[in-house]
C-alpha cells in the first residue's frame, strides 16, 4: 500500500509558478515509479508527468520545458515544479504512485495510488 498526501495548490495570474508536492507514506515510491495527472474541468484525467527511481523522466507534449517533476527519495516527497502556468493548466492535480514505465503512464495516465485532488486555477 502506498499513501500520498498533495499540497501546494492555489490561483495564480498567467504566466506565474507553482509547486505541488506530495508526501508518500507506506510501501514508499512503491515500484519506484510515480508521477502526476491532472483533470481539467470538464474533461477526461491526462498524464502530466512520470519519474521513476533512477530519477529519469517523461512529460506530456502540453508541458515539456514548462514543468520539471522531481522526487526527495529521503524526504519521501514528490514535486512538481510548474513554470510560466497558462490558463489551460487550469485542473484538479493528482499525484500517483506504481506506475509500469513513465512513457506509458503519462501517455495513458496509468498509475496504481491515486492522491486527493488539489486545484490549481490559472487566470488569464
Known amino acids: 500500500q502506498v499513501h500520498l498526501v498533495g499540497s501546494g495548490g492555489g490561483s495564480v495570474q498567467a504566466g506565474g509558478s507553482l509547486r505541488l508536492s506530495c508526501a508518500v507514506s507506506g510501501n514508499s515510491f512503491g515500484n519506484g515509479c510515480m508521477g502526476w495527472v491532472r483533470q481539467p474541468p470538464g474533461k477526461e484525467r491526462e498524464g502530466v508527468a512520470a519519474i521513476d527511481a533512477d530519477d529519469s523522466t517523461t512529460y506530456s507534449d502540453s508541458v515539456r520545458g514548462r514543468f520539471t517533476i522531481s522526487q526527495d527519495h529521503s524526504k519521501k516527497n514528490l514535486y512538481l515544479q510548474m513554470n510560466d502556468l497558462k490558463p489551460e493548466d487550469t485542473a484538479t492535480y493528482y499525484c500517483?504512485?506504481?506506475?509500469?514505465?513513465?512513457?506509458?503512464?503519462?501517455?495513458?495516465?496509468?498509475?496504481?495510488?491515486w492522491g486527493q485532488g488539489i486545484l490549481v486555477t490559472v487566470a488569464s
Open positions: 500517483a504512485a506504481f506506475c509500469v514505465g513513465t512513457r506509458a503512464a503519462v501517455k495513458k495516465a496509468q498509475f496504481e495510488y
